[in-house]
């Protein structure tokens, strides 16, 4: 009998307080904000630490581009000394010393497969399996019953790898920019990378230090913006632009001053898209790259800029155009998605892509207890954003709830007295 309770007990868990999926900045945020509050709940991570996007899947060179003020996560600044573009480094270990702070902890290698609202009691069942090496010997399932879900596994929760036609025939090695930590050992080598996001740009600036061939493969289009435009962070300028005037002309503001600084990007094969680079990063995600001296290198030719790729021969790449060139590697910078849709089911509010369907900053919740956090597409300041308004929500009715069960808690300790 009592092993039959154990097992019961290891496999089934009711959370006092909301469920929160992923220990990124988005939910160490939300558990912070809880904590304050008074509010009980429980992280899951599915990796075997917090910050996994930027401790296993950033490289090493990697800086925030956003100016620090836009990074740090609420109720807890950064330190005085960090620089204005703090390192990924100074990042991690802000985001450890906040952990610590909070006293958040998670639990680590639980990978949440599915979640479902179940009607009959009005409560989230949400499933996870033990995930990584250290988890060998622990129970494997878990099902975790609760009132609230928060959900703040990211926009950039899986990487993209595109079919390419011939990649399997190409011999060389092929790698996604998730798994790229510095250019030492591509040393000397043709390295083809495809996409020009930020992550194109920044490896392609990365290789050329390390003295290899990057060859960027541009399908499309894509803004180039100056970091700074002078000296002021051009993110700032934007974020203060935007309270004065529409999207639209903040946009062509932008636009022109980034021509003043950078030239004609088009001349280097960088055509610009046809909505401006904050209204497509609001309606579509796409990020405007925040050049930090990759223009530069093209410019003088060090990075190479070639159309799409139309397919992969054996130590080579054919582009769109018919060409075809020799190269030694390729690097995929071709984004990211959100697994939301694998494992939530039946939700009004993500979208089949994994976003909110609402736009910003109305999407951050959904019926029956179900909130999003850190799907903005306005990077860690939309994040923060986000974890504020879901603790207070979740903490109106936790505390609503709680003076109601004192109250009958009262009541039947009076009632039991007088008998
Ligand atoms: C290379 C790079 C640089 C960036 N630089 C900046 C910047 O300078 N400034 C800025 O504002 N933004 C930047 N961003 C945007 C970035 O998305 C945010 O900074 C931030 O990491 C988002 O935090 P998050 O917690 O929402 O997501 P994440 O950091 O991705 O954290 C999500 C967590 O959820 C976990 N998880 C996912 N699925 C599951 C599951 N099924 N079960 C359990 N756990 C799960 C993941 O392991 C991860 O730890 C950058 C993004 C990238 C990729
Ligand atoms: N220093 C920093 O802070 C850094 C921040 N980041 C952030 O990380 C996030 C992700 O950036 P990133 O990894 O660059 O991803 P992005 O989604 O911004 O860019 C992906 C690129 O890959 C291209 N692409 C996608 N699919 C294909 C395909 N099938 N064939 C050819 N090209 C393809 C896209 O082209 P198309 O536009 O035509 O779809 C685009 O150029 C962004 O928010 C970015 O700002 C990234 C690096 C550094
Ligand atoms: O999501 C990102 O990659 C960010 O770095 C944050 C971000 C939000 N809005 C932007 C507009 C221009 C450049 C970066 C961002």
Redesign the pocket.
């Known amino acids: 009998m009592s092993g039959h309770r154990e097992i019961l007990k290891r496999r089934c868990r009711l959370v006092n307080g909301p469920l929160i999926v992923g220990a990124g900045p988005s939910g160490l945020a939300l558990g912070a904000c809880l904590k304050e509050l008074g509010v009980p709940f429980v992280i899951l991570e599915r990796s075997n630490s917090i910050a996994s996007l930027w401790r296993n899947r950033t490289y090493d060179r990697l800086k925030l ?2 100016p620090k003020q836009f990074c740090q996560l609420p109720k807890l600044p950064f330190p005085d000394d960090f620089p204005e573009y703090p390192t990924r480094n100074q990042f991690i270990g802000y985001l450890e010393s906040y952990a610590a702070h909070f006293e958040l902890s998670p639990r680590f290698n639980e990978t949440v497969q599915s979640a479902k609202y179940d009607d009959t009691c009005g409560m989230w069942r949400v499933r996870t399996t033990a995930s990584g090496p250290e988890t060998a010997n622990r129970s494997a399932e878990v099902e975790y019953i609760c009132q609230w879900l928060a959900v703040s596994t990211g926009e950039n929760a899986e990487p993209v790898i595109p079919e390419m036609e011939g990649l399997r025939k190409f011999g060389g090695q092929v790698i996604h920019a998730s798994d790229y930590r510095s250019g030492e050992t591509y040393q000397g080598k043709r390295v083809l990378v495809v996409g020009c996001g ?1 992550s194109g740009m920044e490896v392609c600036l990365d290789l050329c230090h390390h003295k290899s061939f990057p060859v960027m493969a541009v399908r499309d289009s894509v803004h180039v913006l100056p970091r700074e435009i002078f000296r002021k962070s051009t ?1 700032e300028l934007a974020v203060f632009l935007m309270k004065w005037f529409p999207v639209k002309v903040v946009d062509k503001i932008l636009l022109a001053l980034s021509r003043m600084i950078l030239g004609n990007t088009e001349r280097y094969g960088l055509k610009r898209p046809s909505l401006g680079p ?1 209204e497509l ?1 609001h309606m579509q995600g796409k ?2 790259v ?1 050049d930090i001296g990759a223009l530069r290198k093209i410019k003088s030719g060090d990075i190479k800029v070639v159309p799409g790729v139309k397919g992969f021969l054996h130590g080579s790449v054919e582009l769109v155009d018919g060409r075809v060139i020799d190269v030694d590697s390729v690097i995929l910078a071709t984004g990211y998605c959100s697994n939301v849709p694998s494992w939530l089911q039946d939700t009004d509010l993500f979208n089949k892509d994994g976003f909110p369907k609402q736009p910003f900053p109305s999407g951050w919740k959904g019926k029956s207890g179900l909130y999003a956090v850190g799907f903005t ?3 860690l300041s939309g994040a923060s954003h986000d974890a504020v308004q879901v603790a207070e929500d979740i903490s109106r009715v936790w505390k609503e709830e709680t003076r109601q069960a004192k109250h009958i808690v009262a009541c039947h300790r009076r009632c039991i007295s007088q008998i």
Do not use: A, E, I, Q
């Open positions: 581009h956003l930020n993110f904050l990063k990020t405007p925040l597409r306005r990077g």
